[in-house]
Every structure is written in C-alpha cells, then in structure tokens.
C-alpha cells in the first residue's frame, strides 16, 4: 500500500526519508544521523513509466468489469457481482495508491495534496474488502457444490447485497487501527506508522486480519470442495461445468492475490522486528518500492484473468467492440444494429445467449 506502505512513495522522487519514528520503534536512539537513499534518475523515469501503464491498464479494466455487471442482466449472478466488488476495490487502490505514487515519483507531490489519514486508511479497508470477499467467494463455491440445493434456495439480490455491504462495513471497522496511527511528522511527512512504538504489532495486526484469516478460511473452503468434486467423478452437466469453471476462476484470482501480498506483509515484518532495519535502510527502499509495484500488478490484472477465463466477459466485450465498429460504419450509409438516442447496439454473440441454461449464472 501506499507509503508509505510506509516510506518510499511519498517522497520518492527526492530520497528514501529519514524517519524519527521508526527510528524509535526500531530501538535506534543514539541520535546518529541516517545517510539517505535516492534513487538514480534513470530508476525514477522507469518506475513512473511502469507505474503509470500498470495503473491505467487496472483503471480501464475494472471500469470494464463494473459496466460490464451493471449493463448486461445476463451477468447478474453472485459471482459477477463480487468480481464487480473486487473491481471496485482495486479502483479504490490504483487512485488513492498507484495514481499517487506515479506522480510523486515524476516529481508532482500529489500524496501530500490528498492529505494523510483517509487514503491510507481507505487504503487498507479496500485491501480488507478484497480479501474477504475473495473468501466470501470461495465459501459460496463450497455451499454451491458441497450443498447446491440448499444454497439455491437461499439466494437473493438482496442477501447478496447485505453481504457485500456487511464486507464493506467490517472492512471499516477492522481497519480502524491504520487510521490511528497514520499521520504527518514534524516534517509535514505522511506515514502510514507514526508512533513512537508498536510499530511489530500494527503489522502483525495488519498480516493477520488482511491475510492470515481470510486465507484460513479459503483453504478450508477449497479442501472440502476439492474432496467433494473427487467423489464426483466425472463431469456430467453444463451446469456442473459451470461451477466447476467459477471454483477454477476464483482461485485462479485468489492465487494471484496471495502472491501478491504475501512478499509485502514479508517485508514490513522483516523491518518491524529486525532492529538494525529502518524505513531508510537502501534494501528495505528498494524492496519496498518493488512490492508496491507487485500489488498494482495484482489490482490491474484481475479484469483480465476474469475475461480469459470467464467466457461471458469475452462475448460481452466483443459485443461492445462490434456494435462500436458498426455505429461508427453507419455513418458511411452501411447497414448497421444500432439503437436510438445514444443507446448500446442490442448485438447477440453467436453462441451465447441470455437463457440462465446458457449464460453465466453461477
């Protein structure tokens, strides 16, 4: 996460910080000065161009993904609808943590512009509403195949709603501590720890409720579907392969999520218990700044991996580009499938279809 993830973001573009506080919480008190880290020109250019380009691929694609689930009544399912939720946290995260930290690397403090406390902390409660919901994902995957009739039964657009709303709700109220002890040094410097100690503990908190307990839940989920699909046996209707094909999509989405975070959670333990380690140290800022980098990654790939798996996302965006290409062929007298008044052209994919027996309601 940003900055600050705890140093390296906000200030960049200038030097790796020297931080009174965590110099404190690592137990360094001797009141020697702390030789800065600056990147070279040359890393800077490349990190803003990276950065930028990963972060405008994430922005389009989520932006995809929630249209896509609003627009289309066929992509109305519990899973498209979560994916829809995920989208919109990792909107969350590449605008108040990516966009930032492109522009502060090219120079332009923008983090300091945004203010210090709600980000960071909107930061984290969108780094919590992924992981549950990815865990709330996988669960509804163990209830649908281990007990399908049961979980058919009880499912609704409003049950759907309350959950993803008391994922939101939790999130916030789970996360409260990053909002506590964020805040700006006597330097007007924003950081994501600052008090003088505690620094082992905020991040053990962190790994535990981001990562520890939604993934606990997650590999309990898939252990016991994986057992009840090997008693299965064989694949029998399309409805089956349907579900099958969602367990496959959800982890193939929360195997990524777990590669992703799991180096970061790494390195800000590895600096909270290891005394001779600061926010400063040259290996910590380089490390740190290449999690980051991880992370974006992740929240920009998600749509993606939805549309190469997920057959429906494929047809509904190849639906979008030819009714794009056919309106803009009417202009020339050509016969076209288009609607009136600045509507979406109504183009059926062959093949698909917006029966429930054909579509992707999982």
Same mark, same amino acid.
């Given at each position: 996460?940003?900055?600050?993830?705890?140093?390296?973001?906000?200030?960049?573009?200038?030097?790796?910080?020297?931080?009174?506080?965590?110099?404190?919480?690592?137990?360094?008190?001797?009141?020697?000065?702390?030789?800065?880290?600056?990147?070279?020109?040359?890393?800077?250019?490349?990190?803003?161009?990276?950065?930028?380009?990963?972060?405008?691929?994430?922005?389009?694609?989520?932006?995809?993904?929630?249209?896509?689930?609003?627009?289309?009544?066929?992509?109305?399912?519990?899973?498209?609808?979560?994916?829809?939720?995920?989208?919109?946290?990792?909107?969350?995260?590449?605008?108040?943590?990516?966009?930032?930290?492109?522009?502060?690397?090219?120079?332009?403090?923008?983090?300091?512009?945004?203010?210090?406390?709600?980000?960071?902390?909107?930061?984290?409660?969108?780094?919590?509403?992924?992981?549950?919901?990815?865990?709330?994902?996988?669960?509804?995957?163990?209830?649908?195949?281990?007990?399908?009739?049961?979980?058919?039964?009880?499912?609704?657009?409003?049950?759907?709603?309350?959950?993803?709303?008391?994922?939101?709700?939790?999130?916030?109220?789970?996360?409260?501590?990053?909002?506590?002890?964020?805040?700006?040094?006597?330097?007007?410097?924003?950081?994501?720890?600052?008090?003088?100690?505690?620094?082992?503990?905020?991040?053990?908190?962190?790994?535990?409720?981001?990562?520890?307990?939604?993934?606990?839940?997650?590999?309990?989920?898939?252990?016991?579907?994986?057992?009840?699909?090997?008693?299965?046996?064989?694949?029998?209707?399309?409805?089956?392969? #349907?579900? #099958? #094909?969602?367990?496959?999509?959800?982890?193939?989405?929360?195997?990524?999520?777990?590669?992703?975070?799991?180096?970061?959670?790494?390195?800000?333990?590895?600096?909270?218990?290891?005394?001779?380690?600061?926010?400063?140290?040259?290996?910590?800022?380089?490390?740190?700044?290449?999690?980051?980098?991880?992370?974006?990654?992740?929240?920009?790939?998600?749509?993606?991996?939805?549309?190469?798996?997920?057959?429906?996302?494929?047809?509904?965006?190849?639906?979008?580009?030819?009714?794009?290409? #056919?309106?803009?062929?009417?202009?020339?007298?050509?016969?076209?499938?288009?609607?009136?008044?600045?509507?979406?052209?109504?183009?059926?994919?062959?093949?698909?279809?917006?029966?429930?027996?054909?579509?992707?309601?999982?």
């Amino acid at each position: 996460m940003n900055a600050n993830w705890n140093v390296t973001i906000t200030n960049i573009h200038s030097a790796a910080m020297v931080n009174t506080t965590n110099n404190l919480a690592a137990g360094l008190t001797d009141g020697l000065p702390t030789e800065e880290f600056v990147f070279s020109s040359a890393a800077k250019i490349a990190l803003t161009v990276v950065i930028s380009v990963v972060a405008a691929m994430g922005l389009f694609g989520n932006a995809m993904v929630v249209f896509i689930v609003i627009r289309y009544k066929d992509m109305h399912t519990v899973i498209n609808y979560s994916f829809a939720n995920l989208a919109l946290t990792d909107l969350t995260l590449l605008l108040l943590d990516a966009v930032p930290t492109a522009a502060d690397t090219a120079g332009i403090n923008l983090s300091a512009l945004l203010g210090c406390k709600v980000p960071i902390y909107l930061q984290y409660v969108s780094a919590e509403v992924t992981s549950l919901t990815l865990a709330f994902l996988s669960y509804d995957r163990y209830r649908l195949i281990v007990y399908p009739l049961k979980t058919l039964k009880r499912r609704s657009p409003l049950a759907l709603l309350s959950i993803l709303l008391g994922i939101w709700l939790v999130s916030f109220v789970v996360q409260i501590p990053a909002v506590v002890v964020t805040g700006l040094t006597e330097e007007g410097k924003c950081y994501e720890f600052n008090a003088p100690w505690g620094v082992e503990y905020f991040f053990s908190y962190a790994l535990v409720s981001l990562f520890i307990i939604p993934t606990g839940i997650i590999v309990f989920c898939y252990v016991r579907m994986g057992r009840k699909l090997l008693e299965a046996g064989p694949i029998g209707s399309r409805k089956e392969t #349907r579900r #099958r #094909r969602s367990v496959k999509i959800v982890l193939a989405v929360t195997i990524l999520y777990a590669l992703s975070w799991v180096p970061c959670h790494t390195v800000h333990l590895w600096m909270a218990f290891n005394p001779e380690i600061t926010a400063e140290s040259p290996l910590y800022v380089e490390l740190h700044t290449a999690v980051n980098v991880l992370i974006f990654v992740n929240s920009s790939v998600n749509p993606y991996v939805y549309a190469l798996i997920g057959p429906s996302y494929r047809h509904h965006i190849r639906s979008m580009v030819i009714c794009s290409c #056919r309106n803009a062929s009417s202009q020339q007298n050509v016969n076209t499938v288009s609607s009136q008044k600045g509507k979406f052209c109504r183009y059926q994919i062959p093949g698909s279809s917006t029966d429930p027996e054909n579509s992707s309601r999982l």
